[in-house]
């Protein structure tokens, strides 16, 4: 219903491009931001004077399909078609997605994401796991052994099942995933400053995420991704698509991106109603490195 494959968890994909991004969903209005899509790509931002592009366009998303490379960056392919729709009509679509984000929500399944140390990292070494965090999304441990410990089977957005010891050992006493840890990390080239998540799904079933330092919004290798997926040609498709109100396809990394340049209806309707003056003060929702938001 979604339209993503039905072998992905949602959960799971939600929880890995993090709980301040809105991805697309089939069938739902969004606004469309070109000069936001081209900010992607600095070298690329001298196009929008070469285009007389509108501020905003009102789309509604045809499909979605979802790309994961091996080291766990979730990819999108969303197809959109231009929409023009009276007031009265984009305020209902307006409210039923907003219902069906706040349902999204409301199903946070018991989960925890640490950022790695370089302990965490250390080929010798385990994942240290919060006792609260254990406790709540990996099944219990018999306290009364002398050394309580159990195997662990997460699947990843793959669906590929990784094997963990779990123990709860030393002084003062901890949890630990011990053997199958080193292999986890060195496969995903996992590195200190990187983000690991596991969740308990409504299924039951242990799931395992991977976020990425944020360091690469602005290293080399995000614009190189950047480049590839936004050039001249590319772009200039869409332009024609949007003045021909034709469909168009964007590829892009949710999490990667410096902004969010395809907005919820709900999102950009809400931001309408607020007046931002100069020397205003303002919060802002953003990630901790232990924590979903603040």
Known sequence: ASGFSSSV?????????????????????VVYFPQGHLEQAPEFSGLASVYDLPPHV????LDVKLHVSYKF????????????????????VDGEDEDAEADMKLA????????LTASDTSTHGGFS???????????????????PSQELVAKDLHGVEW?????????????????????????????SGDAVLFLRGEDGELRLGIRRAAQI????????????????????????AISMKSVFSIYYNPRASSSEFIVPLCKFRKSLDRSFSVGMRFKMRFETENAPER
Request: aromatic share 10%; hydrophobic share 35%.
């Open 163 to 191: 094997r963990f010891r779990h123990i709860y050992r030393g002084q003062p006493r901890r949890h630990l995933l011990t053997t199958g840890w080193s292999a986890f990390v060195n496969k995903k080239k996992l590195v």
């Open 58 to 61: 009102f789309c509604r998303v």
């Open 217 to 240: 919004k602005n290293g080399a290798s995000f614009l190189s991704l950047c480049s590839k997926q936004l050039n001249r040609s590319t772009f200039a498709d869409a332009v024609h």
């Open 108 to 115: 946070t399944p018991h989960m925890f994401c640490k950022t």
């Open 73 to 92: 960056c979730v990819w999108l392919c969303v197809n959109y078609v231009i929409i023009q729709q009276t007031e009265q009509k984009l305020q209902e």
């Open 9 to 29: 968890c949602l959960e799971l994909l939600h929880a890995c491009v993090g709980p301040l991004i809105s991805l697309p969903k089939k069938g739902s209005v």
């Open 129 to 147: 796991v919060p006792r609260r965090a254990a406790e709540d999304c990996f099944p219990p441990l018999d306290y009364d052994q002398q050394r």
